[in-house]
């Protein structure tokens, strides 16, 4: 019979839970995903090779680009500036090893046509402060942020 392990979270603030989403994941990166509500449901296969599913890097790169942007529109409207309908952030995540440690780093090409430049850049600083996930990967890992206007 399995066994099941709770843990026990030390968190103390209150927090408003806005969405949980759930997903179950069998075999890893050569594996397959599905969320509960069965929104999505994915084939994994490793990064590089030539196997029909995507992988967890893809998946990261898809999320963390539509909250960023989401959070771009966010501090635009904070900020009054008209926030152009084509903006986009191309986002790269790379798998990296060093030694026989795994680590990621990311970059954003955020591109905001027609903006000024000191004011795009003020937009993708102060979303990269509002951002879910970016708040996750402050000082874990290595983002650097490109602006194009």
């Known amino acids: 019979m ?27 990166r050569e594996g397959a995903s599905r969320t509960d ?14 196997g029909n599913g995507t992988n967890p890097e893809q998946l ?21 500036v008209a926030f152009p309908a084509d903006t986009a952030d191309d986002v790269e995540v790379d798998l990296c090893l060093t030694g026989d440690a795994f680590s990621l780093q990311a970059r954003h090409t955020v591109r905001l046509p027609g903006v000024e430049p000191d004011i795009a ?8 402060q509002t951002c879910p996930y970016s708040k ?13 206007t």
């Open 136 to 148: 996750a990967t402050h000082g874990n890992i290595e983002v650097v942020t490109n602006v194009i």
């Open 60 to 80: 990261f790169a898809v999320g963390w680009s539509a909250c960023f942007l989401s959070a771009m529109q966010l501090v635009a409207r904070k900020m009054k």
């Open 2 to 28: 399995p066994t099941f392990i709770e843990e026990v979270s030390t968190m103390t603030s209150l927090k408003k839970v806005l969405y949980t989403a759930r997903a179950h994941t069998r075999g890893g």
């Open 121 to 128: 850049r003020a937009i993708v600083d102060a979303a990269h």
């Open 37 to 50: 509500d069965g929104r999505l449901s994915v084939t994994l296969s490793p990064p590089g090779t030539a």
